[in-house]
């Protein structure tokens, strides 16, 4: 009998879902079917694959009665929050508005002997490997502009959110997106990493942990097919003396603990100002003790089980370590956490860079407050990081912030803000982060690739 994956519900530990994995051969005919539907595709007018795209992406928001229980029963996030068609439907529709301008041609210069400019072209075959913590979301991220760029998309979707990129596909097709132009596909890691290495793919974008980055470098190291990664985090954010308190505790608390804290942009660690930091831990507590953790179903549940008891389980090993050296951990344990998914959320103070919590990714409910006495100090811990993803910075003071903002190793920043993804921003990191860039105008850059024309006009 063949492998299959399994979706197991962090409701209650059943399989929700089950597919069988493609075997290397049926895996390699589909990239091949993407391959031979590309030039068509691409060939087709800007606008018509614009269309037919956002007409995919408005199949999605028809679904969305089935697809927002679908994911409490896959992930975990409460019905309440109504899914992700809102962002999913802002991404695709900046991608498209910006469409014509970033894929124009570059006009270097013409005059009676040359005309030279730079088309962008696109690169042929995009896999897409998707995470579970923002399935629609992530996926469109890529998906969106790599077929309104002309490319074909395979799409890969995580075990945990099984049937996503089913919907999705079906989705698109149904909308007009030809079959082959847009396909979903179930792999195990030893075919993804074989159809990789074997040059199946044009170009590779992953978004998930560091170690399933390594991986697909390694699978596509001598290639030279294109890799972008979008991987950990352990986005700070800093309040200082002068920011508005209110607003940075209800924002850095939500940032940090919505979703179970199961988001690459979440707030992990928080430094505050010593003027600001008694007031600033008083309201973070009272915040979290206000959540309501229970079966996502119920439209009371303010925060559901995490993903899977193994990603609880680290979260609490992190906070039981930095408890026992020394942290203070302010939430007493809730009625409803069981010991397995469900997960009760947790402040703590007394924490050092010593601890896991502070220094490694948690991707759960759980933040570390620090007191700071100034920016440098600041930003010398926000520095003290292998990752670099987004930063959050409060203060009043704009030219502080651009100031510090220039300081810090990341790859947003965000001023009175967190948590959040512009899509005329480029969605970028460094360090352990990964490295590329999705959305925005760079997104189209790096969903092509550039060739020049220099054409002499007179053969004398």
């Not at 795209?53 to 019905?79: T, Y």
């Not at 490694?360 to 407050?369: L, T, Y």
């Amino acid at each position: 009998m063949g492998q299959t994956l399994k979706c197991i519900s962090p409701i209650d530990g059943s399989v929700y879902a089950e597919r069988a994995v493609l075997s290397l051969q049926e895996a390699q005919a589909t990239a091949d079917r993407a391959r031979a539907a590309q030039k068509s595709w691409a060939a087709r007018p800007l606008q018509e694959r614009i269309d037919l795209v956002m007409a995919g992406v408005a199949a999605i928001g028809a679904m969305n009665d089935e697809i927002v229980p679908e994911l409490a029963h896959m992930m975990g996030r409460p019905v309440r929050y109504g899914g992700e068609f809102g962002g999913f439907n802002e991404r695709a529709s900046h991608m498209a508005s910006i469409a014509e301008t970033s894929l124009a041609d570059i006009e270097v210069g013409e005059d009676a002997s040359f005309k030279r400019y730079i088309k962008r072209i696109p690169h042929g075959v995009v896999f897409v490997v998707a995470p579970w913590n923002y399935p629609y979301m992530t996926a469109i991220n890529t998906v969106a502009p790599a077929l309104i760029a002309g490319n074909t998309v395979v799409l890969k979707h995580a075990t945990q959110t099984l049937l996503v990129g089913e919907r999705m596909a079906a989705a698109f097709q149904a909308a007009g997106v030809p079959a082959d132009v847009f396909q979903n596909v179930f792999l195990s890691h030893d075919v993804t990493n074989d159809l990789i290495a074997a040059r199946a793919f044009d170009f590779v974008n992953f978004t998930g942990s560091v170690g399933g980055g390594q991986a697909m470098e390694r699978a596509a190291a001598g290639t030279f097919v294109g890799v972008g990664t979008e991987l950990g985090g352990k986005d700070p954010g800093y309040v200082m003396e002068d920011a508005d308190l209110e607003a940075a505790v209800d924002t850095l608390i939500d940032g940090a603990m919505f979703n179970a804290g199961q988001c690459c942009c979440g707030i992990e660690r928080i430094y505050v100002h010593e003027s600001l930091y008694d007031a600033f831990v008083a309201k973070a507590v009272e915040t979290v003790k206000g959540y309501k953790l229970g079966h996502p179903m119920d439209e009371a549940t303010t925060m559901g089980p995490m993903a899977n008891v193994r990603f609880a389980n680290e979260v609490r090993a992190q906070i039981a370590e930095a408890v026992a050296d020394g942290a203070t951990a302010h939430i007493e344990t809730m009625p409803e956490d069981d010991g397995g998914a469900y997960l009760t959320p947790q402040i703590l103070t007394g924490v050092t860079h010593k601890m896991r919590v502070m220094r490694d990714e948690s991707f759960g409910p759980v933040v570390g407050i620090m007191k700071v006495s100034s920016d440098a100090e600041a930003i010398e811990l926000m520095n003290d990081s292998e990752f670099g993803l987004t930063a959050s910075l409060w203060t009043k003071d704009l030219d502080r912030a651009a100031r510090i903002g220039d300081e810090i190793e990341t790859g947003t920043v965000f001023m009175n803000r967190a948590d959040y993804l512009d899509p005329g921003l480029c969605w970028t990191g460094c360090k352990n982060t990964g490295r590329g860039g999705g959305l925005s105008v760079i997104g189209f850059h790096n969903l092509t690739r550039p060739k020049s024309y220099h054409l002499k006009k007179t053969a004398g």
